[in-house]
């Protein structure tokens, strides 16, 4: 099984040309004549803006169960809901499952219709000229490195919705083998990373280093290796408690020395394993079982040390902040920062939402990614010594902080004055920042 | 007793943290981690210089501060890595937490301790304390006398840590100050000698963090129930089983150390003019110097007077200490350091604790001397053999410093 | 006896849909799915397809052999449920094998439901509602002179015209006044009782019958409708005497709640067999079509597996859809409500007809015939109770454009 091509639609640069439609018509009849036979559909939203109807492809169509003569089945080859005319009974009842218009009846043709992307190669978007259509693998990652080995144990026991399982996952399907990783106590070897009771969870050499040391162990190790003559990623996956808090020193240490380690923080702001505890990395506001909530405390009294700026001041060689919510920029830093950390210390701040400690439904953990993101509550950027900060993602037109807040119940009890100074110390670490862009 | 028969290496004059760093430079390590602290500093300045000048083939972690000082050096052991360090008083202690581990992980290694006494009062100077306090860590603890006995008993440390019967970490201590400064000349081995003496590196065959032969390392172990709590105990067991096997280890290494080098540095306890002797004193690292002149004293003025000298202290030698017992009528115990437990010296119930496992008790005294680097001088072991001779054992311990 | 996790009786829709979302948590634990068919998984709504020719058996299964190897269910045909014992969780099946399950769906559908007619049940009839029934009658139809179909509900219409484009001449009798009563008014009914009138099909509105003799049919009347073949098509019911002793509670089906859970611990039903709350009125209902049982199998299959993700049944919304001599007839809805604002648009000539309800700016109903919609989308609209003051205008006169463009905006 492979990721899919899409078509996608780009509604604020749709100018209603039609193009789209009678181009579709064309390919499907042979005449750009009658519009209605067009299997992608432009309307009018209002003046000036449009929407479009067309087949999702959807991966759990309903149109297929709802399908009485198995005529409409999903293509595990190339993703398309494929319609055989050969078994369809035209009962229409593929129409009621569809929520989009993607499948519909057309008089003309006597049958339902519905978009086939031409067979890879969609007419449609070849005469899109204001870019509102394309045609993309939206998970060209899942190309590159699907096929790789996951090198984690299959039934890992993080929560369900964990954004740090699936992250580190990715992270050694792209390391792959040839790695030592050091996972400090937390959620990742909680999980079972590390093994169980002589039982193992990985598929490379682990270890489970003290919650202070991670960073000087990888070192040691890093340098005995260097000195054998053998090149083997030092990885370190850990918590924002690890690098933050107690494990702070060995990281300073650590990075200020050079030392040739990637070093990884999934940062779900507290010590979440042991039952939400407050860490360093715990945002202003926040309730956690050691910032609780009442009448004399109402949540996290300080704000968030900014872990990512303070390495980046220690001159690492590679310095990221990612969000599993934007995969490609993710890898791309991923790369880098195995790169850079062949020749200094590489550090990369992953921001992973923790659905049992902030309190939001586990089906929700990317979506609180990309509202985190979006709201500029974290901002993603990476950093060279001799290039300077970059900006991944734009930070010019946010979305509203309280979409963001609002979403999560460890900030429900927020009165406006802690809402306000969460805006301003955003509005702040902003500016900062920007101070380091290039 | 050090007993020279045949002189195969240089003379060199040395103070005793130059001399660790001898044999340290002699064992080869592959890793080195400094972080310096008084009264280790000028060893890990000697390592540093000496792998500055190429003289020493290590790759030297100058980390930021104890706790990644030793945490650097299990990773490098999980990678295969000979390492070394030394520290005292408070960078042991901020060690503490790895220190602790590194027995459970059986990774061989040599750590000097130029052992110092331990805040507060703030103090800088010699005493055991520190080493006392981390006596039940798993560790092998070893005690020298001479500046001659620490070049040689770091290097042998090495061959006894491992010892793949033993596999585990050995500390080297020498006192503060009197050792770690003292100058005096000694006699450095043949490097071709040493080589073939430690033989092949032995360090991660049993836990490595080595793609090559990946492994998880250390995972969780334990629980109410299952597999894991009865998995722990043989863990447990094993480690205390290596560290009763190691005895004989520390004895077979000295024996063959003494045949390359002719120095036969007693293993675990040296008796010193015990044979008809009636009361002794039992000692611990320099002050046995001084201890011993003083017996030679009495002796000449007729008193039968002997020295029992602790060398290998963790684990400790029963056997060994109630075989020089069993020849004195009364002993007392000499402890630079306090069991705050006991209102005693930590060594005072080691020694009573062997008598009892050993089926016979006899008076035994505490003495605590020689803390915050306080001399003791022959007249202080003078009065201590005074004390046991009159055979009274007073309640608490004689503190011999307190009224200098 | 045979023991497993997961039970599910019946094979169709809701069933198959139940299987997939269990096996989306759980690709393991022992599954079995029990038919009382010796065929691989239909549908029923295709029977009339295959009495037509339009279909053949061997093309409408549902699923393949290789689906069961590959979600490694065991599949048990011929294994009609006899009988239940909730306490021990142990299903009896016919023929004497017994499962004992950790958790059973009931998705056994509906049965034809047979009038008390004297002398029907000596008399030789056709029903419509399983593979073997659809051959039955396809095999029949080709030797019948005339049929006579009581009932014009989906499957009677279905197989009326199905008899008519075969030669056979058709008299459909139904006790209602007008064709697909409840989903239709009288005004999109009359149109397409013109397509069977036009295609020779005679209907018989209003009258019953009194009694079935030799190859004939007494009305109330006395009129005599004179058949070689008979067709029983006024509705299903469940068939529940597997429930018989076991407190589950039931009303014209199994009663569920929103999760689809019955009245017993750990036995779910979905489908035509069960019995839920209604969307758009008070009390329950069964549903009785197919994209009902879709949602439904799919709420117990999450439901038994535990699936966080699942989503409480919202009651069951009236829709269906109907194709007829090459002519669509959709309904979505209630057509008829109490204060509410009716947009009706008939075309008599060209045949077509649209009725928009709504009530308070949202969306009730709607039905039409030969005049396409989507009724996917307007499901959604009744179901999200969404809002279309602002667009009502223009939504009244292209509810299909206003309606995608309000869900490109949604979906986005």
Known sequence: MSAYNSLTYNASLCIGCGECMMACAKAKTGSADDLSQSRIKIVVAEEGKYEAALCRQCGDAKCVMNCPSGALTKNQANGLIDWNADTCVNCLLCTVGCVYGGITFEASVGHVAKC???????????????????????????????????????????????????????????????????????????MGTVGYNGKAGAKVPIFHPLLTNTASMLAGLKRTYERQGREVTALALAGDGGASDVGFQSLSGAAERGERILFICFDNEGYMNTGMQASSATSFGSWTSTTPVGDKLQGKRTDAKNMPMVMMMHNAAYVATASSVYMEDFYEKLDKALEASKKGFAYLHLYAPCPSGWRFPAGLTIDICRLMVESNFVTLWDYEPDRGLVFTHP???????????????????????????????????????????? | MTVQTKAKGKIIVVDGNEAAAKGVALARPDVVAVYPITPQSSLVEALSAMIATGELDAELMNVEGEHSVLSALQGAALAGARTYTATSGPGLAFMFEPYIRQPGLRLPMVASLVTRDTLTPQCVWGGHQDAMLVRECGWIHMYCETVQEILDTVIMGYKVAEHPEIMLPVNVNHDGNYLSFGVTSCELPDQAMVDDFLGPKSINWHAALDPERPMSVDPLT????????????????????AMARSLQVICDVHADWAKRTGRAHAPLVEEYRLDDAEIALVTLGSMTGAAKDCCDALRDAGKRVGIIKVKTYRPFPVQAMARALSKVKAVGVVDRSVSYGWNSGPMHHDVLAAMAKSGFVKPCVSFIGGLAGADMTQSHFERAFDIVAKGDVPPGPIWMNEKD | MQDCTYLIVGSSHAGLTALDAIRMIDPEAPLIMATREDHLPYSPTVLPYVVSGRSIPKKVALRDEDYFKRQNVAFLRNAELKSLDVAASTARFEGGANVRYEKLLLATGAQPSIPPIPGLKDAFFHVLRTMDDALNLKSAMGSAKSALVLGAGLIGTHAAE?????????????????????????????????????????????????????????????????????????????????????????????????????????????????????????????????????????????????????????????????????????????????????????????????????????????????????????????????????????????????????MSRLWR
């Open chain 3, 162 to 406: 199905n008899m008519a484009e075969a030669g056979v001449k058709v008299t459909i009798v139904e006790a209602k006044g007008q064709v697909l009563p409840g989903y239709f008014d009288k005004d999109a009914s009359a149109l397409i009782e013109t397509a069977f009138r036009k295609h020779g099909i005679a209907l018989e509105f209003g009258r019953s019958v009194k009694e079935i003799k030799q190859g004939r049919a007494v009305l109330e009347d006395g009129a005599e409708l004179p058949f070689d073949l008979l067709l029983i098509a006024t509705g299903v019911r469940p068939q529940l005497s597997f429930l018989d002793g076991t407190g589950v509670k039931t009303a014209n089906g199994i009663m569920v709640d929103e999760m689809q859970r019955t009245s017993a611990a750990n036995v779910w039903a979905a489908g035509d067999c069960a019995e839920a709350r209604m969307f758009q009125a008070q009390g329950t209902g069964v549903a009785g079509i197919l994209p009902i049982a879709v949602e439904q199998g799919r709420i117990a299959g999450q439901a038994m597996v535990g699936d966080h993700g699942v989503k409480a049944f919202p009651g069951s919304v009236l829709l269906n859809t109907y194709s007829f001599f090459g002519q669509q007839a959709i309904s979505v809805g209630i057509g008829e409500v109490a204060d509410g604002e009716t947009c009706l648009r008939i075309d008599e000539a060209a045949g077509t007809y649209l009725k928009i309800v709504l009530k308070d700016g949202k969306l009730m109903g709607v039905a039409s015939v030969n005049n396409p919609i989507d009724p996917g989308i307007l499901w959604q609209l009744i179901l999200r109770r969404t809002d279309l003051s602002e667009v009502k205008d223009r939504f009244l006169a292209d509810p299909k454009a206003v309606g995608r463009m309000l």
């Open chain 1, 395 to 438: 930070t010019d037109k946010p979305k509203p902080l309280e979409s963001y807040l609002k979403a999560i119940g460890k900030y429900r009890h927020l009165a406006q004055e802690q809402v306000d100074r969460i805006k301003k110390l955003l509005e702040d670490r902003l500016a900062m920042l920007k101070r380091f862009a290039r």
């Open chain 2, 222 to 241: 334990g629980n109410a129930g299952g597999a894991g709590p009865s998995m722990f105990v043989r863990y447990r067991k094993g480690q205390t089983d």
């Open chain 1, 116 to 190: 086939d992307t031409c067979g890879g190669d969609p007419a449609c978007v070849k005469v899109c000229k204001s870019g509102a259509l394309g045609y993309v693998t939206t998970a060209a990652i899942y190309n590159d490195y699907g096929k790789e080995e996951d090198l984690f144990a299959p039934g890992l026991a993080a929560c369900q919705g964990c954004n740090s399982e699936l992250m580190i996952r990715h992270v050694l399907r792209k390391v792959g083998k040839n790695v030592v990783v050091a996972a400090p106590p937390g959620c990742i070897p909680g």
